[in-house]
């Protein structure tokens, strides 16, 4: 398994990392039970993860916290509270400071554990930045003083902020030690809005949706396309809108769509842990060893860039 450190935390970690959200929430939003995803958590483990990532609202702490029972020194643990309490992106009233440690505490609670690694505001939108701020920093800093937060994050939300709006706001400040960032070879955005003040910061970067549904499901992909040639981001006749990325499968260095993907975003400067979420054991192995593959030939990369350089306007949600 390669490593790499994740910026300022100076934490070495594994290029790969386990996402327990997302559409798969280690298997449980197709009814996997707390203890069969423990079982993907101990796999992960097994096969040389050593970075989870969780949160509340995916409600995976528990089988985070029981996959890494008696394993605790041997994992870095991020987690989240959101600032309104609601999924990514969510508009409301910022939840109070106290609020945010009660998060925080119960995290720890269902960890199983005195403290987290890193502890992230999720989904925060520009709308909400400076709120975050002025009025919840202060308490993880209390927290992080308190010994129960080691770094702390900030997560974007990449399903409706596809331009990186909040991320290109708050990176320049460098107020954050982490930051989540939605990038893959659909949307690579990043590129240009993200990584070039992550990398003056030295910022460690989590990257999310490097696959997500329009890279596992052919019908996404086709849709996402679709509408990506409607507003003239992909230009007419780039690409093939029936199978618009055959020419990876075809490729006699690429095994598949999905392990382009990882392999997209793993070899990007500026890119520290590629996030993997799965249920499926099976899964999780391809997908580390598509993180741990090489850079993905120059002229695979020249070609997604010519095809999807200027896309900015979807996530591949
Ligand atoms: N705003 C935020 O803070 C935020 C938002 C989204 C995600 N996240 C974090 O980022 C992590 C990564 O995002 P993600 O979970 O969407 O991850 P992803 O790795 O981009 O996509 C995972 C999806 O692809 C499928 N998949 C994975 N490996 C596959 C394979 N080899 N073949 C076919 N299908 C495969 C999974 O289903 P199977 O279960 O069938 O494998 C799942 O539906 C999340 O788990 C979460 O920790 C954070």
Request: hydrophobic share 40%; net charge neutral.
């Amino acid at each position: 398994m390669q490593t790499v450190r994740l910026g300022r935390t100076k934490a070495v970690v594994s290029a790969a990392g386990l996402g327990c959200g997302g559409h798969s929430r280690l298997g449980m939003t197709r009814g996997a039970s707390t203890e069969e995803a423990s079982r993907v958590v101990s796999a992960a483990i097994d096969l040389g993860i050593t970075f989870i990532d969780t949160a509340r609202l995916y409600g995976t702490e528990e089988a985070v916290g029981l996959g890494v029972k008696g394993r605790r020194g041997e994992v870095f643990i991020s987690t989240k509270a959101s600032p309104t309490g609601g999924g990514p992106g969510r508009d409301g009233e910022l939840i109070t400071p106290q609020a945010l440690t009660e998060s925080l505490e119960g995290s720890l609670r269902r960890l199983g554990t005195d403290h987290v690694d890193l502890f992230n505001l999720h989904g925060v939108t520009l709308a909400h930045y400076d709120a975050c701020v002025e009025t919840l920093l202060p308490e993880l800093k209390r927290q992080q003083a308190a010994g129960k937060i080691r770094h702390i994050g900030i997560t974007e939300a990449f399903g409706a902020d596809t331009r990186h709006a909040m991320l290109s706001r708050a990176m320049p400040e460098a107020r954050f030690d982490v930051a989540m960032v939605g990038f893959n070879l659909l949307n690579a955005s990043a590129r240009r809005r993200v990584f070039p003040a992550t990398q003056a910061n030295d910022i460690g970067t989590l990257i999310m949706f490097a696959v997500r549904r329009a890279l596992s499901h052919p019908d996404v992909l086709r849709d996402t396309v679709e509408k990506l040639l409607a507003s003239g981001e992909v230009a007419a006749g780039a690409v093939d809108p029936a199978d618009p990325l055959k020419f990876l499968r075809e490729h006699p260095e690429i095994a598949s769509e999905v392990e382009a993907a990882y392999r997209f975003c793993r070899h990007e400067p500026g890119a520290h842990v590629i996030l993997t979420g799965t249920g499926s054991v099976e899964h999780l192995k391809a997908n580390i060893a598509a993180i741990n593959a090489p850079i993905l030939p120059r002229e695979v990369s020249l070609r997604l860039e010519a095809i999807f350089g200027a896309v900015e306007s979807v996530s591949g949600n």
